[in-house]
């Protein structure tokens, strides 16, 4: 039989042994999840133009490319499209009429970078890939990320395009420098980041999320977007999570974080997304007469989505089958 001096000697090796370094494990992806029920490749990322993203995303795994090359040349896309009014070149200007642009990547290594309040550079999610992997930091801003941009070989453009412009001046007229005009009436207006993440056969996943942000806000303003946790999170061993909407209030929930924290806990990626949607509710007043939506993908492959008001819809592209789904929202 053990005395007491015994038991607690025993007890003590007991502890020590379960923090050597050889002993402790890593956190295991959510039960279940084995080789043969990986749902891999798979690709899913916020509204319409996730459609033709999701496409490149899974061609260029299909090709031999890296996750992180996909997300980055998806994404890509809605960038160089003049006709999308949220992402890139043609993307809606700050009241003041210009064009400024945030981006965050991340890759399964846990590395991640980003550029916020960037002008001119038609393309901030590659540069937000070249703070990742050529520099010690994670965000650039302002100019200082345009100055690292040209120094890597980038070229200044226009983003501001006629069409933008002209309903830019037509705005002025109207709202008066008034950026919370009409967001009862118009929750999914002036806001659709790209957000995507994808996983390839092996079971890694990347991430990337793009945006020309709030349409008509006030110079300087940054969103979600580029800041790791709030717009966009990925951990290879969970899963991974991206936002749209409204960004202050995703900052003020570290939404994507908690998605994934959700996740590791347990919660599949739609009953994530729906908590994180229903903290909003409790946390931060204003979110009646906003938008926020969470999309989510675990390493199984599993998929979900949710989000404040109706009208938020996204993209995946699996098993062959590239879809539009509509989003279930809380109100």
């Known amino acids: 039989m053990l005395n007491r001096r015994k038991f607690l000697e025993k007890l003590s090796a007991a502890g020590v042994l379960t923090l050597l370094p050889e002993v402790v494990k890593s956190v295991p992806v959510p039960a279940g999840i084995t080789d043969d029920n990986i749902a891999a490749p798979a690709v899913i990322s916020t509204w319409s133009h996730g459609i033709p993203a999701n496409k490149k995303a899974m061609e260029v795994m299909q090709m031999g490319g890296s996750v992180v090359d996909a997300v980055e040349q998806a994404v890509m896309i809605p960038e160089a499209d003049p006709m999308n009014r949220s992402v890139g070149l043609g993307g809606t200007p700050d009241r003041d009429g210009h064009v400024t642009l945030d981006a965050s990547i991340m890759g399964p290594d846990g590395n991640a970078g980003s ?11 590659s540069v937000a890939r070249l703070v990742m992997e050529k520099t010690p930091h994670v965000m650039l801003a302002g100019e200082g990320a345009l100055q690292f941009a040209l120094e890597n070989g980038f070229e200044e453009q226009n983003l501001l395009t006629p069409e933008t412009e002209k309903a830019w001046k037509e705005w002025l007229k109207e709202s008066d420098y008034n950026p919370e005009v009409n967001w009862e009436d118009k929750p999914n207006e002036f806001h659709d980041t790209i957000g995507l993440l994808a996983m390839d056969k092996n079971g890694d996943m990347a991430g990337a999320c793009t945006t020309s942000g709030l349409g008509y806000k006030i110079r300087g303003r940054v969103g979600d ?25 995703v900052m003020k929930t570290l939404g994507s974080f908690l998605v994934v924290e959700l996740m590791r806990q347990g919660r599949s990626p739609q009953q994530a997304c729906k908590e994180a949607v229903e903290r909003i509710v409790q946390k931060v007043p204003e979110n009646k007469i906003r938008q926020v939506g969470f999309i989510a993908m675990n390493k199984r492959g599993e998929t979900g989505a949710f989000c404040l008001q109706p009208g938020f819809n996204y993209a995946v592209h699996q098993k062959g089958e590239n879809k539009m789904i509509d989003s279930r929202s809380y109100y």
């Open 115 to 125: 550029v916020c309040f960037l002008e001119h550079i038609i393309h901030p999610i």
């Open 225 to 249: 977007s580029p800041i790791i946790g709030a717009g966009l999170f990925v951990d290879n061993e969970i899963g991974g999570a991206t936002a749209t909407g409204m960004g202050e209030l």
